[in-house]
């Protein structure tokens, strides 16, 4: 059984993250997305806000279940008995940061794996940030994010950030 761990801040998932989880869904047996807290970041959404968003919109894949983090990526795929870390790659600018990230994570490890998808060339530009930055002035977010969490996004970002 082949498990992979897609790690992310997740805040909020958009449809390129989801398109990088349907994908690996369709590669690996099991797909387990994870939401890291990073305690130099700070999120508009909760974990169990950013987990619980996962879920309501990747229901429709029996093989992806999600979960939150506050430890190492490494260390839970280990905990898991997973081998491989998924990424998606959106261009150079994500490139260096996450080259970077997956040496370390081999390194300090012993081994675990990370695999790298191109983002869609749809979803190529598209962050949380920017889609928090539409949704904080009332801009149509409706093409960035799941349908099924629309509502939510927009009544919690609203000139509130
Ligand atoms: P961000 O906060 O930059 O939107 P996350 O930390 O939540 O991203 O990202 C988790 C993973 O998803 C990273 O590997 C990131 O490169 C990838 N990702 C983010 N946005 C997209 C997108 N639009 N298309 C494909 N992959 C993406």
Do not use: W
Request: glycine share 6%; aromatic share 8%.
């Amino acid at each position: 059984m082949k498990t992979a761990v897609c790690p992310g801040s997740f805040d909020p998932v958009t449809v390129g993250h989801l398109d990088i989880i349907e994908r690996a869904a369709a590669i690996f047996d099991k797909v387990i997305v994870l939401v890291a807290v990073n305690p130099q970041k700070q999120p508009s959404f909760s974990p169990e806000e950013r987990a619980d968003f996962i879920r309501r919109c990747t229901s429709h894949l029996d093989n992806v279940s999600v979960d939150i983090c506050e430890g190492l990526i490494v260390d839970y795929v280990k905990k898991v008995g997973a081998d491989t870390v998924v990424k998606g790659l959106r261009a150079m600018t994500d490139f260096e940061y996450e080259f970077q990230m997956s040496l370390i994570n081999r390194t300090i490890s012993g081994g675990v794996e990370t695999v790298f998808m191109t983002a869609g060339a749809e979803h190529m530009y598209l962050s949380s940030s920017a889609v928090k930055q539409v949704a904080y002035y009332g801009g149509d977010i409706s093409p960035f994010v799941p349908a099924e969490i629309l509502d939510d996004i927009n009544s919690r970002i609203l000139r509130k950030i």
